[in-house]
């Protein structure tokens, strides 16, 4: 008997559901999508989230999420960086904690040790992390330009 593992094969239309799903999410929070827009708001009294596009072209923008909270350290707060296709209404991560070039699957154990479905568990965490933001915020779309 073989103690060998099956290679996980990511599920592809399952990743582009979130992937839409994110979109749509997104859509609802971010007014601008013009480079250097932001959008700021808060969900708590120690929770601020800042979504920046920092790079805008015809079809694609780049947009960065991240949590902002002085009494945490850098480490701890998330930060995503998010590739979102305008024309297919898809948003996915493509950098997370500086960790940029997310594979859809990896073999197990690795060196990085990034788990086998770990993209799509990223993009899960983005769909999770946008629906606290629009389901808690307080004080929404403080539209800032740099």
């Not at 060196?111 to 770990?118: C, I, L, S, V």
Request: proline share 5%.
């Amino acid at each position: 008997m073989s103690l060998r593992r099956k290679k996980y094969v990511p599920d592809i239309a399952e990743l582009n559901r979130v992937c839409e799903h994110n979109f749509m999410l997104l859509a609802r929070i971010v007014q601008s999508w013009e480079l250097a827009a932001i959008s700021q708001f808060e969900t708590g009294p120690f929770a601020v989230f800042q979504i920046k596009v920092t790079e805008a072209s015809k079809f694609t923008t780049h947009v960065e999420m991240r949590q902002l909270s002085a009494s945490m350290p850098d480490l701890m707060q998330p930060k995503v960086l998010i590739r979102v296709y305008h024309d297919a209404k898809m948003a996915e991560v493509v950098s997370s904690q500086n960790a940029s070039r997310i594979q859809p699957s990896y073999l197990y154990p690795n060196p990085q040790m990034r788990q086998p479905d770990e993209k799509m568990q990223i993009n899960q965490f983005l769909n999770e992390w946008l629906k606290y933001c629009l389901h808690s915020g307080l004080a929404m779309h403080k539209q800032v330009f740099g």
